[in-house]
Structures are given as structure tokens and as C-alpha cells.
């Protein structure tokens, strides 16, 4: 019976990668990656021989058995498409279903974007709330910044360059004006650490072209800022519970549990919208 490796691989720069990490990829029978290309890259660098199969979100139901009974003859190594496997990639199917069947599975330690984006943006480190991949509906997005709203925390997620500016949108809408580190190209050769407001970040991505992957750091929620909600988040965050079919009843109460404001206040508000 063989292992599951988790091999956390580089974000950007290829010598980024520990030592564990090369021996435990040249030992392997076999290396599932979500990226083949991006794993033949880092194989080829470092003239690792292993054998190459892709499981990946387009494939993992079909190839979740191929993986599993290359375990049962030997060793299988897990890669993402950069940093630690498992985190925002279907990783985490295959580890649950090689737990279930028994299998060891060994974390082998590396980098990880969310972390790094974390302690470089100068914004509390000792908590933090990781979102992931930010929703492509507005909708979708908003609700999940409507929930995290009230968060003390600090918040990482991911996005795309052609949806930033939609999103910085949304986050000032729905979280107000913030402190906000926006990471681009981590440990690549056109790395930019950027570091300002939200409202800051929306009047310079107007003027410069969003290009590459970014990590977006931003800050919690702090102590009172729940008392301070202006009107236009209120409505914000009324208006996408009611857009996703919640009744007016319940919106006003959710709203009136994260803004401050009175649940009638928020109820009033509401049809106030109704009527314009």
C-alpha cells in the first residue's frame, strides 16, 4: 500500500521549493497534477523522471479511481498548480476519499500564496478569514462579502485581473472604505506589493491596466464599525438578499444583525427603495 504525498510546489519563482519537496517528487511512482504543464516546467528543471498523470476540476470525478488504485501498488505525489495542494483545488476530494480508504496521507510543506499575501501586506496576521476565489456573479459575490462584513478578522481572497475592478467595487460598497493590500504576481519577476485603501486601489486600477494573478488582503471589520453603517451599504446588502429572493421581513432582520441599524429602520429603507 502506498502513500499520498501533499507537495506544496512554488507560486511563481521555481526556486521556491524545499529539498523535502524534490526528493519526495524523484521517490514518487507516480505525480497527479492539476497543471500537467506547469508540473513538466518544474520536473524538467530539476530533471525529475517521475511519471505525469493530470487530476485536475475538469477530470477529478473520473480520475479520482486512477489515482486511488495507483496507491494501492505505490507512492502517489500531489501537486496544484502552484503552492500547497488541497486549498481551492479538488485536491481536497482526494484526500478525503484516500483518508477514507486508508491510506497515509503526509503533508510535505511549502509555499502558499494566501499566507505569503498575508505577512507582506502589513495588515493584522495573527487571525485571518481566507475566502478563496472570489464568486463570478455580483450577486453571489456580494453575498458572500454581506456574510464576512462583520468579520474582525483579516480577509484574503483571490481574483481574476478582468473582474478586479468589479470586485473593489463591491467591496467598498458592501465593506466601506478599508485598509487593502493588493499582490500581484507573487514571487514572480513583475511582483507588485500595492498598499493603500479600497478607495484608494478603485482610483488606481482605473487609471492602470489589471494584469496577472492577484491576492487581495483586506482589512477586518474594526471594533464599532458595525454602528457606522452609512445608508448605501444598507441598501447594498438589502438589495442583494432581496434580489436572491429572501422576504423583505427576513432581509431587514439579517441586515439590522451585521449594520447596526434597527431591523424596522432597515424594514423602512426597503420600501423606500420599493417605491422609487
Not at 511563481?12 to 516546467?41: K, M
Not at 487581495?216 to 432581496?242: C, F, K, M, S, T
Request: with cysteine; aromatic share 6%; proline share 5%.
Amino acid at each position: 500500500m502506498g502513500a499520498l504525498y501533499l507537495v506544496g510546489t512554488p507560486i511563481g519563482n521555481l526556486e521556491d521549493i524545499t529539498l523535502r519537496a524534490l526528493r519526495i517528487l524523484e521517490e514518487v511512482d507516480l505525480i497527479a497534477a492539476e497543471d500537467t504543464r506547469r508540473a513538466r516546467i518544474l520536473t524538467q528543471r530539476y530533471e525529475i523522471e517521475t511519471p505525469v498523470t493530470s487530476y485536475f476540476e475538469g477530470n477529478k470525478i473520473t480520475k479520482l479511481e486512477t489515482v486511488l488504485r495507483a496507491l494501492g501498488t505505490g507512492d502517489v505525489a500531489l501537486i496544484s498548480e502552484a503552492g500547497m495542494p488541497g486549498l481551492s483545488d479538488p485536491g481536497y476530494e482526494l484526500v478525503c476519499a484516500a483518508i477514507e480508504r486508508g491510506y497515509p496521507v503526509t503533508p510535505i510543506p511549502g509555499p502558499s500564496a494566501p499566507v505569503v499575501a498575508l505577512v507582506v501586506s502589513g495588515l493584522p496576521s495573527d487571525s485571518f478569514l481566507y475566502l478563496g476565489f472570489l464568486p463570478r456573479r455580483r450577486n453571489e459575490r456580494r453575498k458572500l462579502l454581506t456574510e464576512a462584513a462583520s468579520e474582525r478578522r483579516t480577509l484574503i481572497a483571490f481574483e481574476s485581473p478582468h473582474r478586479l475592478r468589479k470586485s473593489l467595487a463591491d467591496f467598498e460598497a458592501v465593506l466601506g472604505d478599508r485598509p487593502l493590500a493588493v499582490c500581484r504576481e507573487l514571487t514572480k519577476l513583475h511582483e507588485e506589493i500595492w498598499r493603500g485603501s479600497i478607495a484608494e486601489a478603485r482610483a488606481h486600477f482605473d487609471e492602470v491596466e489589471p494584469r496577472g494573478e492577484f491576492t487581495l488582503v483586506i482589512g477586518g471589520a474594526p471594533e464599532g464599525e458595525r454602528e457606522h453603517w452609512d445608508e448605501r451599504q444598507v441598501r447594498a446588502a438589502l438589495d442583494d438578499l432581496l434580489a436572491q429572493g429572501v422576504r423583505r421581513s427576513v432581509a431587514a432582520r439579517r441586515v439590522a444583525a451585521i449594520s447596526g441599524w434597527g431591523r424596522r429602520e432597515v424594514y423602512r429603507l426597503g420600501l423606500e427603495g420599493a417605491g422609487d
